[in-house]
């Protein structure tokens, strides 16, 4: 099966939670949404629920406005994740800092943690599956990062 539909090339890729749908962003900001069965392309307005992202698919979901406001052009959002069964999702910018912010985040705090041990543009960030560790990658420094997730329960909250 292919996807049709798009006006530049695709840069970022995500499922919702509930494995039903994929969306599809290009170069310039436009946003697919594709009905994984069927393959057909379908409007968020026809949906009467809110999807939920893991990955890319959070760029452009409404809950995290707030933090997509407090990057720009100088800094951008390179890669952001959401950790499985916790209300936490993670940042990668242009400038090599990783922030962990609360999810869903309603512009009622900043980040609560902030790494900034890249030289240059976090270009991959994910949780393993049991959620116990974090995987960063910048391609401009050459490293890979390991950090072991140690949850504070108050500080999500």
Request: charge should be negative; charged fraction near 25%; hydrophobic fraction near 30%.
């Amino acid at each position: 099966t292919t996807f049709y539909g798009f006006k530049s090339s695709v840069v970022y890729l995500d499922f919702s939670t509930d494995n039903y749908y994929l969306q599809c962003e290009d170069t310039i900001g436009e946003v697919h949404l594709f009905e994984i069965e069927t393959s057909r392309e379908i409007s968020t307005d026809t949906l009467d629920f809110e999807l939920e992202w893991l990955h890319e698919g959070l760029r452009s979901h409404q809950p995290l406005e707030s933090i997509r406001k407090q990057y720009s052009k100088e800094n951008k959002i390179m890669n952001i994740v959401k950790i499985r069964r916790k209300p936490i999702i993670a940042v990668g910018d242009e400038i090599g800092t990783i922030r962990l912010y609360s999810y869903p985040n309603l512009g009622n705090e900043g980040y609560y943690q902030c790494h900034q041990d890249h030289l240059y543009k976090v270009t991959k960030c994910l949780f393993t599956q049991d959620s116990h560790f974090f995987i960063s990658m910048s391609s401009y420094d050459r490293c890979v990062f390991k950090w072991r997730c140690l949850i504070n329960e108050q500080k999500m909250n």
